[in-house]
């Protein structure tokens, strides 16, 4: 296992030392915020020449993170959907990060093209625009022209970004390692099995096939909305590398003051848009994951245009059940469920005060539910609700915490273009549906049916199992393993205690019987004991008041 972990940073010495530069120059843990020569401080610079030392610590993160590339951009945008591992107000920033890149040269591009879709340039589209729409951290879009006259874009790979991707991913993967084995304050929140679902969701983003069936299940979602345009794709023009489908002319969700002069209904935008997300949420379970302004296009006639829809979330039917539950628990006003289902559905210490974790619960209640529809905030009661969880260190599953981050982002965007608009209000039919049917008798058959399944596995099993447990008691192979924990500082204790004991009685013997050799008529073997007796028995007593103090505390 060292010799493995040795020769990765052997392998990435280079680009693992960009990083360790990066993020000392950003101060990251105050590196700097101490210094007692301030025009050190003030020498230090963000790449875009902003001094460091008046950024906050999670706008250092945030630039840091760009500075450093793909892959850290993707790792904090992932975070961003974690308040109940980092707190709202870093992922607040990380969800500002967007990246500052040069876009690849146009022939870059067409040999990208070229060489995944079999032929040249000329052949596929009437014409290709040379100068990018838009360039990201993975890939650049280009404007073209089928050779039928039918307008589209072309998403292309960023050349050797697969190859960079790799080599960050093996660098995290390893940091990931090196923490969860030795920091037993980030231990608890599970970093290798955060960077192993973040290396799955980032290389589903840079295979583009991926996308291209998202926008597809997208697409037959919503035929029958009017209101809604998903692009169409065209498959033949697309690969691994290359994502073609028809482009949208509509206003970004980000220029406000087009938004504002284009004369339509800004109101009704705004609750067609939540509506579409709400429906992806509740009705479907696979929802576009990134509701920023810029993904969203003000279409003519108040039509939403989607884009870059490689960020997806989806829930199965056991989490739509707890999801449910959940919320049928805080509109019933019932804290002691909610805790139930919030330890059932996440990571929880086993030392975690289940009274005072139900006691904010309970407040948390009393704040938010019973208010007017129209008066409660989504995004304000989901971020108090993170704080709680943070604060009781509960780690939620990613699916879940995904999709409250995604209904946080949704409501500020959906006020972004409407400041009244009330995603409460908008959700409220969506109650009554989920009522029903969870009430409805297809779905109690199918719980009946799966219940059922459960028993008679059971039931199946039972029997062999009851003989085999009592085969092994009578021919004495029956072993029962108990493990004790916390034992081992308690156990410690009375040995040495046992020892000082010992030591004292042997010493006093020693002593009265004046044993041999002798220094003024005392035995020095004698006092010897007796000097380690008193120190082995401060020792104990010092561990016992040490204990005594933290289980106060507690």
């Given at each position: 296992?060292?010799?493995?972990?040795?020769?990765?940073l052997?392998?990435?010495?280079?680009r693992?030392?960009?990083?360790?530069?990066?993020?000392?120059?950003?101060?990251?843990?105050?590196?700097?915020?101490?210094?007692?020569?301030?025009?050190?401080?003030?020498?230090?610079?963000?790449?875009?020449?902003?001094?460091?030392?008046?950024?906050?610590?999670?706008q250092?993160?945030?630039?840091?993170?760009?500075?450093l590339?793909?892959?850290?951009?993707?790792?904090?945008?992932?975070?961003?959907?974690?308040?109940?591992?980092?707190?709202?107000?870093?992922?607040?920033e990380?969800?500002?990060?967007?990246?500052?890149?040069?876009?690849?040269s146009a022939?870059?591009?067409?040999?990208?093209?070229?060489?995944?879709?079999?032929?040249?340039?000329?052949?596929?589209?009437?014409?290709?625009?040379a100068?990018?729409?838009?360039a990201?951290?993975?890939?650049?879009?280009?404007?073209?022209?089928?050779?039928?006259?039918?307008?589209?874009?072309?998403?292309?790979?960023?050349?050797?970004?697969?190859?960079?991707?790799?080599?960050?991913?093996?660098?995290?993967?390893?940091?990931?390692?090196l923490?969860?084995?030795h920091?037993?304050?980030?231990?608890p929140?599970?970093?290798?099995a955060?960077?192993?679902?973040?290396?799955?969701?980032l290389?589903?983003?840079?295979?583009?096939?991926v996308?291209?069936?998202n926008?597809?299940?997208?697409?037959?979602?919503?035929?029958?909305?009017?209101?809604?345009?998903?692009?169409?794709?065209?498959?033949?023009?697309?690969?691994?590398?290359?994502?073609?489908?028809?482009?949208?002319?509509?206003?970004?969700?980000?220029?406000?003051?087009?938004?504002?002069?284009s004369?339509?209904?800004?109101?009704?935008?705004?609750?067609?848009?939540?509506?579409?997300?709400?429906?992806?949420?509740?009705?479907?379970?696979?929802?576009?994951?990134?509701?920023?302004?810029?993904?969203?296009?003000?279409?003519?006639?108040?039509?939403?245009?989607?884009?870059?829809?490689?960020?997806?979330?989806?829930i199965?039917?056991?989490l739509?059940e707890?999801?449910?539950?959940?919320?049928?628990?805080?509109?019933?006003?019932?804290?002691?469920?909610?805790?139930?289902?919030?330890?059932?559905?996440?990571?929880?210490?086993?030392?975690?005060?289940?009274?005072?974790?139900i006691?904010?619960?309970s407040?948390?209640?009393?704040?938010?539910?019973?208010?007017?529809?129209?008066?409660?905030?989504?995004?304000?009661?989901?971020?108090?609700?993170?704080?709680?969880?943070?604060?009781?260190?509960?780690?939620?599953?990613?699916?879940?915490?995904?999709?409250?981050?995604?209904?946080?982002?949704?409501?500020?965007?959906?006020?972004?273009?409407?400041?009244?608009?009330?995603?409460?209000?908008?959700m409220?039919?969506?109650?009554?549906?989920?009522?029903?049917?969870?009430?409805?008798?297809?779905r109690?058959?199918?719980?009946?049916?799966?219940?059922?399944?459960?028993?008679?596995?059971l039931?199946?099993?039972?029997?062999?199992?009851l003989?085999?447990?009592?085969?092994?008691?009578?021919?004495?192979?029956?072993?029962?393993?108990?493990?004790?924990?916390?034992?081992?500082?308690?156990?410690?204790?009375?040995?040495?205690?046992?020892?000082?004991?010992?030591?004292?009685?042997?010493?006093?013997?020693?002593?009265?019987?004046?044993?041999?050799?002798?220094?003024?008529?005392?035995?020095?073997f004698?006092?010897?004991?007796?000097?380690?007796?008193?120190?082995?028995?401060?020792?104990?007593?010092?561990?016992?008041?040490?204990?005594?103090?933290?289980?106060?505390?507690?």
């Open positions: 296992m060292k010799l493995d972990a040795l020769s990765r052997e392998r990435h010495a280079k693992l030392a960009e990083i360790t530069g990066i993020l000392g120059k950003y101060g990251l843990s105050n590196l700097f915020g101490d210094l007692k020569f301030p025009w050190i401080a003030d020498k230090l610079r963000s790449s875009d020449g902003q001094a460091l030392r008046s950024l906050t610590t999670p250092r993160v945030r630039m840091a993170l760009t500075e590339g793909t892959t850290f951009i993707k790792l904090g945008q992932m975070l961003s959907t974690r308040p109940d591992l980092l707190g709202p107000d870093l992922t607040d990380l969800a500002e990060l967007q990246s500052n890149v040069p876009a690849d022939e870059i591009a067409r040999a990208t093209i070229e060489e995944d879709l079999g032929s040249n340039l000329e052949s596929l589209f009437a014409s290709f625009e100068e990018p729409l838009a990201a951290s993975i890939a650049q879009v280009h404007g073209a022209t089928l050779t039928n006259g039918t307008r589209v874009v072309v998403k292309v790979l960023r050349a050797g970004v697969a190859r960079q991707v790799e080599t960050d991913l093996e660098i995290v993967q390893l940091l990931a390692e923490m969860e084995r920091s037993t304050v980030l231990r929140y599970q970093p290798v955060i960077v192993r679902q973040f290396r799955k969701s290389l589903r983003e840079l295979d583009f096939t996308e291209r069936t926008l597809e299940r997208f697409a037959e979602h919503f035929e029958n909305d009017p209101f809604v345009h998903i692009p169409q794709v065209f498959p033949e023009l697309c690969s691994r590398r290359v994502l073609t489908m028809d482009r949208l002319d509509g206003i970004p969700g980000t220029d406000t003051a087009a938004l504002q002069s004369g339509e209904d800004l109101e009704t935008f705004a609750s067609r848009g939540a509506s579409m997300y709400l429906d992806m949420v509740f009705r479907d379970g696979f929802y576009h994951a990134d509701p920023h302004p810029g993904n969203l296009l003000l279409l003519p006639g108040g039509i939403v245009g989607v884009i870059d829809c490689g960020m997806v979330g989806r199965d039917e056991h739509l707890d999801i449910e539950g959940l919320l049928f628990a805080v509109v019933e006003r019932d804290a002691t469920e909610v805790v139930t289902l919030l330890m059932k559905l996440g990571a929880a210490s086993h030392e975690i005060d289940r009274d005072r974790f006691g904010d619960i407040d948390f209640i009393a704040d938010f539910v019973g208010r007017p529809l129209a008066d409660i905030q989504i995004g304000e009661a989901l971020s108090a609700l993170f704080n709680i969880i943070r604060r009781f260190q509960v780690v939620l599953p990613p699916p879940l915490a995904m999709l409250l981050r995604t209904l946080i982002l949704l409501e500020g965007t959906s006020r972004k273009f409407h400041p009244d608009l009330s995603l409460a209000q908008l409220e039919p969506y109650y009554s549906r989920i009522l029903r049917r969870r009430m409805s008798p297809v109690i058959a199918k719980k009946a049916r799966r219940m059922y399944r459960d028993w008679d596995r039931l199946g099993r039972l029997p062999r199992d003989r085999d447990l009592l085969e092994r008691f009578s021919d004495g192979t029956l072993t029962v393993h108990l493990d004790h924990r916390h034992l081992d500082p308690i156990i410690n204790r009375l040995v040495l205690g046992i020892i000082a004991a010992a030591i004292f009685l042997g010493s006093s013997q020693l002593w009265s019987s004046q044993a041999p050799p002798l220094l003024g008529g005392v035995s020095i004698g006092a010897l004991g007796y000097a380690t007796s008193i120190y082995l028995t401060w020792r104990v007593l010092r561990a016992v008041k040490k204990s005594g103090n933290i289980n106060s505390k507690d």
